[in-house]
């Protein structure tokens, strides 16, 4: 029903940038709330940044201050512009989305569900 498509993710020296996009396609009402989560060998996938369909934000406080997430809502897009790359922030980078999507055979009922895509992985050396 949704798909999410991730690029952007890389190698990149510490101290540098990297920038992800994730952009929503399929059928579907409305994108309602969309971010990034990560997961790194060993560890719980937790979240990155997200984002509101009005522009609110919020952000894992390991993040604050050098990632930015921001969307563009005619596109059904969101990015993620990570600054100051730590070794730290190596890890599988997830984009995820709320959608409102139909019932199949009962189309006047719409759903909320989660939606993700297929990961990009971000390495940060040091």
Known sequence: QVQLVESGGGLAQAGGSLRLSCAASGRF???NAMGWYRQAPGHQRELVAAISTGGSTNYAD???GRFTVSRDNSK???YLEMNNLQPEDTAVYY???KAEVRRPLSAW???EYDFWGQGTQVTVSA
């Open 29 to 31: 009402v409305s994108i």
């Open 62 to 64: 390991a993040v604050k």
């Open 76 to 78: 059904n897009t969101v």
């Open 95 to 97: 984009c995820y989305a």
């Open 109 to 111: 009922i719409v759903d």
